[in-house]
């Protein structure tokens, strides 16, 4: 039983460089989140999917693109990463909106 | 902006002995959610207790809430190494699909 399953764990870019973090949960859930998180601090929403075929955006947006390519799968796009993306990132998924969360393991992003 | 604040921000107590976090929020919730994260590790969720709920137990967890004071409080009794983790509590608005995050209270289990 899988769960939540995110790629790539570890990632280093340099600045300017692109890339796509994905996630695909095997639960059937309507509404997948993706996360960031910093040292010292709470989780901050970057983009949502309450249902699929539908995205909408967090508290923190900006130079983060998103895919909800169908029911399993939410990717995660910088397309020109920037040190302050420098972060931890988690994918999430939960059957009915606002019940409990269910979390993938991290991705640890570095730009340099 | 972060909704949800835990206190204290680290707890050291020795192994066996009783852990207790806080947590303060701002505005009217449908529920609120306490996670424990190991280093390095995703969330794992804990407990939900709903605004209708004052105190809820899961094992050795038990989460109380008072609506009144916006505040919850998680309990853990008789604390284990494998305890050492950080918590953080989420509250869920009426208003929007976001669960809103506290920085989280690092604990840790001396043996």
């Known amino acids: 039983n899988a769960g939540v399953t995110q790629t790539p764990k570890f990632q280093v870019l340099k600045t300017g460089q692109s890339m796509t973090l994905q996630c695909a949960q095997d639960m059937n859930h309507n509404s997948m989140y993706w996360y960031r998180q910093d040292p010292g601090m709470g989780l901050r929403l970057i983009y949502y999917?309450?249902?699929?075929?539908?995205?909408d955006k967090g508290e923190v947006p900006n130079g983060y693109n998103v895919s909800r390519l169908n029911k399993r799968e939410f990717s995660l796009r910088l397309e020109s990463a920037a040190p302050s993306q420098t972060s931890v990132y988690f994918c999430?998924?939960?059957?009915?909106?606002?019940?409990?969360?269910?979390f993938g393991s991290g991705t640890q992003l570095s730009v340099l | 902006s972060q909704q949800g604040e835990e206190d204290p921000q680290a707890l050291s107590i020795q192994e066996g002995e009783n852990a207790t976090m806080n947590c303060s929020y701002k505005t009217s919730i449908n529920n609120l959610q306490w996670y424990r994260q190991n280093s390095g590790r995703g969330l794992v969720h804990l407990i939900l207790i709903r605004s209708n709920e004052r105190e809820k137990h899961s094992g050795r967890l038990r989460v109380t809430l008072d609506t009144s004071k916006k505040s919850s409080s998680l309990l853990i009794t008789a604390s284990r190494a494998a305890d050492t983790a950080s918590y953080f509590c989420a509250t869920d608005l009426d208003s929007n699909y976001q669960l809103i995050w506290g920085a989280g209270t690092k604990l840790i289990i001396k043996p």
């Open positions: 999917s309450a249902s699929e075929g539908t995205t």
């Open positions: 999430a998924s939960t059957p009915i909106r606002g019940e409990k969360l269910f």
